[in-house]
């Protein structure tokens, strides 16, 4: 826990968020907020793995929904057919994404698929399976997807309390920092911007570019994987629209690069942002006016990426070689 | 000087890009400790002939051994982990990377703990006087700097054979003499074998054991630096007849 001795706004940032999270799990917040919370830390959960492939080592995905979803429907499905807890279920999820990161990264990155040519094979990835989940209704639900049955059981990850899922999204949001943090302390961290910043130099300089984009791709993968686990967990409810969207896939885009893609709390930051405003601009108007929300977020987009083009966290923390 | 075996050879090796013979049946010899330099008119095959050896282009046919090894068509990252480092001709730097970043993304391939190799880095940019400018981003640096980082950056990576492309190209008389000190000093230090490709031929002169000349794809001179440069087709196809 080295790490712990920093200091800077980025880290002063990260304690509080997680004051935020021990005051919700002792006060007796409204549920309407408690969710709103839970929502924020997924996000920032979900884009902060984004980074590791997106943001640290460059390589855009635009369909992130595809481990989501990996993850959400392995659980849902195996707990739906074979009563199989959760808690095994999210085991699956990361094998899912190991297999996902074998089919779609291992051949893009053998055959040096590069820049926008990578971020449409991910896009095209995730809208297959998409409509593979809406195709094979009889054991999906198609698109009105998969109602799980709630039995309050703990040892099913099922808790009457919202404020044991806040416990448990904050605990993996923390553990994934932990393990970015690490990465830039360790040569892997170094190389993984290296290839972002320059891939033929960074071949000149030793590195094995394939390899290390296909650890980032894995670990970005398996925490997005082991995200979608805990959407089914939380919400009992899974539909394609809901996680393998690519609705979905920009949304865990923009929160990153909106934040800081580069930068370790950056995601987290976007999170929070983003994720309070739309939620109240969604309960205040979208009832009235269905499409405002969306444009709203388009504008927020705009206004940011003008003032800030790297991120908040680059522009309210004053930008600094990440590997300083 | 005498020299044991070679630590690199290169076999009959042909490239062609479409119907341009880059290189037209090559063969080359690198001793251990030698300091090669190789001269020729632009287009001549010298930057291409670098490519192959370091895996950046596979050879049509042909073969380069290193240290007895067959090591034709290996991958880049390959070729550097047997000791086979190259410079650029246009540096190839990480721009918005810090100069120390820079140095110390070398030395981590043999480094793996990063406060070591942060340490490492320090000292040899401490060799190009470069200690000052270590926070700069590489972007904001100017040629000659760039030109000293991305050598840097090669010998970071402690090669058995360096590969140097037109390292002087741009250089200011006093900054190019720098460099060739430091080239000499490493020999000295460390033993390396060096080959540079070069168009400034007088001070390529003053530093090589042994020079080669090619023109158009082929080996058309190759001995002392003295002999090659009065060779007439040298004069011819090169450095014209005005040279002397």
Redesign the interface.
Same mark, same amino acid.
């Given at each position: 826990m080295m790490f712990l001795k920093e200091k800077g706004p980025d880290f002063y940032t990260y304690i509080f968020l997680n004051a935020v999270a021990i005051l919700s799990l002792i006060l007796s917040l409204p549920e309407y907020i408690l969710h709103v919370i839970i929502l924020s830390f997924w996000y920032a959960y979900l884009s902060t793995a984004w980074a590791i492939i997106s943001g640290y080592t460059g390589q855009i995905s635009l369909g992130h929904s595809l481990f989501v979803a990996a993850g959400s429907y392995a659980t849902a499905l195996l707990y739906h057919y074979y009563n199989i807890t959760p808690i095994l279920g999210i085991l699956v999820a990361i094998l899912a994404a190991c297999l996902l990161t074998m089919i779609i990264g291992v051949p893009s990155f053998k055959l040096g698929v590069r820049g926008p040519y990578f971020t449409f094979s991910t896009l095209a990835a995730a809208q297959v399976l998409y409509y593979l989940l809406i195709a094979y209704s009889q054991i999906t639900g198609g698109e009105l997807g998969l109602s799980l049955k709630y039995m309050g059981n703990p040892l099913y990850l099922q808790f009457a309390e919202k404020r044991t899922y806040l416990l448990m999204i904050c605990l993996l949001w923390n553990l994934e920092i932990i393990i970015v943090k690490a990465i830039f302390? %360790?040569?892997i961290g170094?190389?993984l911007? =290296?290839i972002r910043?320059?891939e *033929? =130099? #960074?071949? #000149?300089?030793?590195?094995?570019?394939f390899k290390y984009k296909v650890l980032a791709l894995l670990l970005s993968g398996i925490f997005t994987a082991i995200g979608g686990a805990f959407y089914t967990i939380y919400f009992n409810y899974i539909s394609p629209s809901s996680v393998a969207s690519l609705q979905l896939s920009f949304q865990i885009a923009t929160t990153a690069l909106v934040g800081g893609a580069r930068s370790w709390i950056g995601p987290t930051l976007g999170a929070f942002l983003i994720t309070p405003v739309m939620e109240y601009v969604r309960i205040r108007f979208g009832s009235q006016y269905a499409t405002l929300p969306l444009m709203i977020y388009g504008f927020l987009l705009i206004f940011i990426a003008n003032i800030a083009s790297l991120g908040l966290s680059r522009f309210l923390f004053k930008g600094r *070689?990440e590997? %300083? | 000087m005498t020299f044991r075996e070679p630590v690199l050879e290169v076999k009959n090796v042909c490239k062609f890009f479409g119907g341009i013979k880059a290189l037209d049946d090559i063969s080359l010899s690198l001793f251990d400790g030698e300091l090669v330099g190789v001269i020729g008119p632009n287009g001549s095959g010298k930057t291409t002939l670098i490519n192959v050896i370091t895996g950046y282009i596979k050879p049509d046919k042909g073969s380069v051994i290193c240290m007895g090894k067959d090591i034709t068509g290996l991958p880049p990252h390959e070729a550097v982990s047997m000791g086979i480092v190259r410079t650029f001709q246009i540096t190839r730097p990480f721009k918005e990377l810090s100069v120390l970043s820079n140095v110390m993304l070398s030395v981590l391939f043999r480094e793996r703990n990063v406060e070591k190799a942060r340490e490492i880095a320090l000292n040899i940019l401490k060799w190009f006087n470069l200690e000052d400018k270590k926070d700069l981003m590489c972007k904001d640096l100017n040629i000659p700097d760039q030109k000293k980082i991305e050598f840097a950056r090669a010998l970071a990576l402690d090669p058995k054979i360096l590969l140097m492309d037109e390292v002087l190209a741009g250089l200011h008389i006093e900054d190019a003499k720098r460099i060739l000190d430091i080239i000499r000093k490493l020999r000295e230090e460390r033993k390396i074998t060096i080959l540079i490709v070069e168009h400034r031929v007088k001070l390529l002169a003053e530093i090589v054991d042994r020079m080669i000349a090619m023109n158009a794809g082929r080996i058309i001179a190759e001995g002392s630096s003295s002999d090659v440069l009065n060779n007439p087709e040298v004069i011819k196809v090169y450095l014209g007849e005005g040279y002397k």
């Open positions: 302390r %360790k040569r170094y190389y911007v =290296a910043e320059d *033929d =130099a #960074a071949t #000149a300089v030793g590195i094995n570019v *070689d590997l %300083k | -």
